[in-house]
């Protein structure tokens, strides 16, 4: 029997290199096309035949001498929007881009796994697919390859994600839900201009901004059982009348309801504050949603005119 930690060893610095090469290249979500071709290279030179299934996402398949079932590798391909500041020698070449996620790790160990189970294929049951899935840190790079057809005939599928906080050489893993799925939404708050001094005959947007964001903040707290975190990412203020939030939602990832557009347009007029869901791709559950931007807007009655 293969012992496969050795062989891995033996490989360890050839496959590091590999992961310095792809953080040296570092691209975003569904532009991951130099990724794409480096991986398909690696594959093909490996003996292992690839596909598009969308426009960069690669699937590699291996089928094993002997008969059995078929399990998926699966690894993220796509970089984050960050400057990389380490100094590393292998640091990004692409400026604002930068494999921050440790999905360039990801793409070396299954290319790693790749080239120990080809060298082995003879003796292999069953077959292995490869999967290099785009936009990971976006909306629906995964759903758009199953539906393409990517799992089609898998019997399993296995993935795993880099953490700064498990020891080199060190693996966790749990039953369930691991990780959240994220949803953005922008939310404008829109005020009424006055004299500095004539507070009492405007709306303050900004004032109403500050006080969201804590509000924001501890919306999960009611929703106990619910793992969701709220962040506020991104504020933009201090243009007349206008004051711009971006938070995340993040939540275990359940199937999109039906019906989300509703908040794209909630109609609550008077100007005071406007949630729009600018991505809702995946979502815990609308009424989650619902009763978090109604807290907000209750919230906020205050600062009608
Ligand atoms: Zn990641």
């Known amino acids: ?62 089928t094993g001498g002997r008969p059995g079932r078929c399990a998926a590798l699966r690894a993220d391909m796509d970089a984050l929007p960050l400057t990389e500041a380490t100094g590393c020698a292998f640091a990004s070449e692409n400026p604002g881009v930068m494999h921050a996620c440790g999905h360039d790790v990801h793409m070396a160990a299954v290319l790693g796994a790749a080239r120990l189970l080809a060298g082995r294929r003879d003796t292999l049951p069953g077959s292995v697919i490869f999967l290099f899935q785009p936009d990971e840190e976006g909306y629906g790079g995964a759903e758009r390859m199953i539906r393409a057809g990517c799992l089609d005939g898998v019997d399993a599928v296995f993935g795993a ?32 201009s006055a004299h500095g001094a004539e507070r009492e005959n405007g709306v303050d947007a900004l004032a109403a901004a500050a ?24 504020i933009t203020a201090g243009e007349p009348r206008v004051t711009e939030l971006r938070p995340t939602v993040a939540q275990q990832r359940q199937p999109a309801p039906a019906g989300c557009q509703i908040l794209s347009d909630s109609g609550l007029g008077a100007g005071v504050i406007v949630g729009k869901v600018t991505e809702f791709y ?24």
């Open 161 to 192: 994600h880099v953490s700064s906080t498990i020891a080199a050489g060190r693996a966790g893993v749990r039953f369930g839900k691991f990780y959240a799925a994220a949803n953005l939404f922008d939310v404008t708050v829109k005020g009424r």
């Open 282 to 305: 995946t979502s815990h559950s609308l009424p989650h949603y619902l009763e978090s931007l109604q807290k907000l807007l209750c919230y906020h009655q205050k600062f009608r005119p």
């Open 1 to 62: 029997m293969t012992d496969y930690l050795a062989a891995a060893r033996a490989v360890a610095d050839e496959m590091c290199a590999v992961r310095r090469e792809i953080h040296r290249h570092p691209e975003l979500g569904n532009r991951e096309f130099r990724t794409a071709a480096f991986i398909e290279d690696h594959l093909r030179r490996l003996g292992i035949e690839t596909r598009r299934v969308t426009e960069t996402a690669v699937v590699g398949t291996l």
């Open 211 to 234: 006080e969201m964001i804590p509000a924001l903040i501890a919306l999960p707290d009611s929703f106990p059982g619910e793992r969701c975190v709220v962040t506020v990412g991104t």
